[in-house]
């Protein structure tokens, strides 16, 4: 049986699939879209499976004529794009669930129409994975190394322009004005999109898959050139006609004609690749009819078709998951008592500053309770405390690592060290870390803390919140900082930080739950 017959004869049963998709699908999909319309990162995402589609359109002359033949391994692929979905569900990991739709397509594909088809539909389902926002773990350790990498090139050439300008981290100093290269600037942003298109632009012209490989390897650069080009030139005409130059309209538009310039340039890429090039598509079409005759004469009798036992199995596995993720819930946990209540003496240690973050900072942290204090010792030293508290609630959001954050704001890491600190309240698993900016050096501790369990790093972090979630139902966690100005005698900032830290651990306990 062929797949269009399959198609016409099991239409039914493939279409009752669709609802139990959406049961699965109904909060997650519609929350990638949104992300596609907010954050222009992703503003490929709408133009993707129309890409894919499109994909399947051509392919689909092949496609229609194959025998489906149905491969029981496809049912091993579907559990396992089930147990993707459930398990970043649990752990509220976004990309997991997301990419766990195509899996669970391509899983689909398998099992009731076999390998040969899903062979020819890897592309489309492969193509699908652009529209998934990566995870921001990954996004911002590719993002920081660009960053800095377009700054050192950046500076580098204003230098042999004749322009002063200074850099520290990721930040460039003019004598009039400060700029930041950002994530935007890094080339990040640009390369996601021109990687998608890239991908589109190969299968469409008439070169083999080398060539294609090369073409689509062209965006890494091209997409790092053309945002360098765009820094250097912001930071010309900055130097000359001051800070607005670097913001609104002229940014925008520096942006768009950055983006413009690297499809130019891989337009350009693609005319190279092709040039020479005399090979084309009919040999590999001439084979593909051939090896489709021969399929189709030696299962001329092939009964092939979708059984009631495999339906069916395959109802109740994407059934159970449907009720699971539906109705199943974590629990919201406060804080034992208000962060407001926080006592501004602890000990030998007074407040003496407060900080109130603005609603823009505050959308990013997503923590449902928070505080960022300093306080100050009997011998005059000054320490900073900040806890955020997330509730594990659908308000709440996911701990931002200052693994990420503070190279972000153009600190550059001395060291990161892993280790424990003992304190009354018990042995607490700490990170410590120097970072540095300009001449300022500042020393942290820190860790994550989910329960009773102190964490050093973010994957671990994921794994206790899916093991509290199936345990406990609880995703609640909080991040806690403490951090010192470092000058000339680090050993001594390290006992005040840590006596602060002995000191402040038994009133802290008070206030998270357990």
């Given amino acids: 049986m062929t797949i269009v017959e399959s198609l016409k004869k099991h239409r039914l049963q493939l279409l009752v699939i669709i609802p139990l998709l959406v049961s699965l699908y109904w909060k997650i999909v519609p929350a990638m879209v949104r992300d596609w319309a907010r954050d222009e990162n992703y503003s490929h995402g709408f133009l993707v499976p129309l890409i894919a589609g499109y994909f ?28 993707q979905l ?8 976004y990309f997991t669930m997301r990419s766990s739709l195509i899996v669970l397509l391509a899983g689909m594909v398998l099992y009731f129409f076999g390998r040969q088809i899903l062979k020819l539909m890897a592309l489309p389902l492969g193509y ?28 580098g050439a204003l230098h042999l322009l004749g322009v002063i300008v200074q850099r520290e981290g990721n930040i460039i100093i003019f004598p009039s004005i400060t700029l930041e290269v950002a994530d935007a600037c890094s080339g990040i942003r640009s390369l996601l999109s021109l990687l998608a298109l890239a991908v589109a632009y190969a299968y469409f012209i008439p070169i083999n898959t080398k060539r294609r490989w090369i073409l689509i390897a062209s965006a890494v650069p091209i997409a790092v050139a053309t945002n360098a080009l765009r820094v250097i ?16 309209f002229f940014h925008e538009f520096a942006g768009m004609a950055v983006f413009a310039l690297a499809m130019v340039l891989m337009v350009g890429v693609g005319a190279l690749v092709k040039s020479g090039y005399r090979g084309s ?40 998951a449907a009720l699971f993720i539906n109705l199943r819930t974590n629990i919201s946990v406060p804080t034992n008592r208000p962060f407001s209540q926080f006592p501004e003496q602890i000990g030998s240690w007074q407040m003496s500053a407060q900080q109130q973050f603005d609603s823009g900072t505050l959308k990013v942290l997503k923590a449902t309770d928070y ?20 509730d594990g609630g659908p308000e709440s959001g996911g701990i931002h690592s200052p693994r990420h954050c503070l190279p972000g704001s153009g600190w550059h890491e001395v060291y990161t060290r892993s280790g424990t600190l003992d304190t009354p309240s018990g042995v607490v698993d700490i990170v410590r870390a120097v970072y540095q900016k300009g001449e300022t050096k500042e020393m942290f ?70």
């Fill in 56 to 83: 399947v359109y051509q392919r689909w002359p092949d496609v229609k004529e194959r025998l489906a033949r149905p491969d029981w391994a496809g049912l091993v692929v579907v559990v396992l794009g089930l147990l």
């Fill in 86 to 93: 459930l398990l970043g569900w649990l752990s509220a990991e």
């Fill in 128 to 155: 699908l994975f652009f529209m998934v926002p990566i995870p921001y773990i990954i996004y911002d350790l590719a993002a920081f190394p660009l960053k800095m990498f377009v700054t050192r090139v950046s500076v």
């Fill in 233 to 248: 030139a912001t930071g010309i005409l900055a130097q000359w006609w001051g800070a607005k130059a670097a913001e609104g």
């Fill in 281 to 320: 598509c009919t040999g590999d079409r001439d084979a593909w009819k051939e090896e489709r005759q021969e399929l189709a004469a030696g299962e001329q009798g092939s009964k092939s078709f979708l059984s009631f036992k495999r339906v069916t199995l395959l109802y109740t596995l994407l059934f159970a």
């Fill in 371 to 390: 505080f960022s204090r300093q306080y100050k010792g009997a011998t005059g030293s000054d320490v900073s405390l900040y806890v955020g508290f997330h």
């Fill in 445 to 514: 501790l820190y860790w994550f803390q989910m329960m009773d369990d102190t964490i050093t790093d973010e994957y671990s972090l994921k794994l206790t919140e899916i093991k509290n979630s199936i345990l406990y139902r609880r995703k609640d966690q909080a991040f806690i900082r403490f951090s010192v100005s470092v000058e000339q005698d680090e050993p001594r900032a390290t006992a005040n930080l840590e006596a602060f830290v002995r000191d402040v651990m038994p009133v802290l306990r008070e206030f998270l739950p357990k």
